[in-house]
């Protein structure tokens, strides 16, 4: 029984690719209870990756009563439901059982690397990216698809027949949540399928014939905030709570930061880094070799987001720990790299995996330069903090370019935003005020803002945006001469790691 009687209570459900989190949210905005529970990761062979459904369902199933019951709230209480996911992890299974042909292969898995080559071979590359905003790439849905029909045993005779449905994670749950009485996707998981038409905002006819994957197996586009169901036969959940926030988790973050117009953007440090900037209600074509994606829809208006991803950020104070053995724990870097004013001409380009946009060079290497006999450890430190804001900065900057937008500020999260050098290094590259939220689980809040707002919780974006709360801000300090040496330098080491 709740503590608070009047209170009207959203579950937020984070779909992970390593685990599943539920967060019960108050009116406030207040995390009440949280929970986690992590799966399997099934490697059957080099570069594959997969997830088996089942395992993911019951990891939900956990999380959500484990969460509620850390909260003290009866879950009759529970006024909405709202999901975020990984989103480009495909499932397949039988429409009358719910039961999978065969495990989610994970958007992580690259078992479909030839047949993306085959396709950018045949030169369907560009108008692919035409139609979808995206890359022909194994990381996305469309490929993963065609592989589950052409590979478990009378798939494509069955889906053709209509007795299979195909779903994103966002799918999936919303199948079992219902007690399999509702089909559907939202419109930024669909965008990232290579499926659907982004002007449109509907499935392509031409790439389903492309890909080989019958209409019949995908379930219905809607909208990130609407009562998709009411719960059926979940476990943990009493029937009748209505299912009304579905979005990918990089877009609920967007969301989850209140980055509501053109030039608002969130950037994620995480292992890597995911920025996406709102860009209105058109998609903008990159000529940077950004992602063009949708952000949200809600009721019938599309709004759009670039996005970027840094491979290595988190992960380069990982190398550091792990690798070289000069810190011993992450949070150890920022009070090493404060020892210095600077990292006196130190670079360190973090290519440990290649370069992503805007340079998408998978050859190009990591480098330290510039090392003199008086160089330091936290020297060193400093550089690979400079080194990730610096990454960030080109995204940004070529967001920027491609959008026609100038960046109003920066929204972060994730964890390595905690680090206060680093945030405000990327505000002085970047020009640009930075803000830190509160509440860091932006993924999850984004999922449950869409679904309290679909119940009347939360009065529209306005309402939103009131409750958002901002916990730091960091302004530009540096002199702008000092700044602009600083991009030659990195510059000029991006162009060493290209060449090593």
């Not at 020892?339 to 006196?344: A, N, T």
């Amino acid at each position: 029984m709740s503590s608070h009687p009047a209170q009207r209570y959203v579950l937020a459900i984070d779909q992970g690719t390593t685990g599943s989190t539920a967060l019960v949210i108050n009116e406030q905005l207040q995390v009440l209870g949280r929970a986690n529970h992590e799966f399997t990761q099934y490697f059957p062979q080099p570069g594959w990756v997969e997830h088996e459904p089942t395992e993911i369902i019951s990891s939900v199933e956990r999380a959500v009563q484990d969460a509620l019951k850390t909260a003290g709230v009866d879950p009759q209480q529970v006024a909405a439901i709202g999901v975020t996911n990984q989103r480009e992890t495909i499932a397949l299974w039988d429409r009358s059982t719910g039961e999978p042909l065969h495990r989610a292969i994970v958007w992580q898995c690259r078992r479909t690397s030839a047949e993306c080559g085959a396709l950018k071979e045949a030169g369907h590359e560009l108008r692919v990216s035409e139609l979808t905003g995206l890359r022909l790439d194994p990381y996305f849905s469309g490929t993963k698809m065609t592989w589950l029909l052409d590979h478990v045993e009378g798939a494509r005779a069955r889906a053709e027949a209509g007795e299979l449905a195909f779903g994103t994670m966002d799918t999936m749950l919303a199948w079992h949540i219902t007690g399999g009485e509702v089909h559907v996707t939202d419109a930024s998981n669909a965008s990232r399928t290579l499926l659907m038409d982004l002007q449109t905002g509907e499935w392509s006819d031409e790439l389903c014939a492309l890909l080989n994957v019958p209409r019949v197996t995908l379930p219905e586009i809607r909208s990130n905030s609407e009562v998709y169901g009411y719960t059926k036969g979940f476990a943990g959940l009493p029937d009748g709570i209505p299912l009304a926030g579905l979005i990918g988790d990089q877009q609920g973050a967007l969301f989850g930061q209140a980055c509501f117009n053109p030039g608002e953007a969130k950037c994620t440090y995480g292992t890597g880094a995911f920025l996406l900037m709102n860009t209105g209600l058109e998609p903008k074509r990159s000529e940077a070799g950004l992602l063009t994606t949708v952000a949200w829809r809600l009721g019938e208006e599309t709004s759009y987001a670039l996005e970027g991803s840094a491979f290595i950020a988190g992960a380069a104070v990982q190398w550091l720990r792990d690798g070289l053995k000069v810190i011993q724990s992450a949070p150890e870097i920022e009070g090493l790299a404060r020892e210095v004013e600077s990292s006196e001409g130190v670079y360190f380009v973090p290519a440990l995996t290649g370069l992503g946009a805007p340079h998408w060079d998978p050859e190009a290497r990591g480098l330290i330069c510039g090392l003199t006999r008086g160089t330091s450890v936290s020297h060193l430190a400093r550089a690979t903090l400079e080194g990730i804001a610096h990454q960030n900065a080109e995204l940004l900057e070529a967001m920027e370019r491609d959008s026609g937008t100038a960046l109003s500020r920066l929204k972060v999260d994730g964890g390595a935003s905690a680090n206060a050098l680093l945030m405000q290094l990327q505000a002085d590259l970047l020009g640009c005020e930075i803000e830190r939220p509160v509440m860091l689980e932006t993924t999850a809040l984004g999922s449950g803002l869409l679904a309290g707002m679909a119940v009347g919780i939360w009065r529209g974006l306005e309402g939103v945006r009131e409750a958002w709360k901002r916990d730091a801000l960091f302004s530009p300090q540096a002199d702008e001469a000092d700044v602009e040496a600083m991009k030659r330098g990195w510059q000029s080491a991006v162009r060493r790691a290209r060449l090593s």
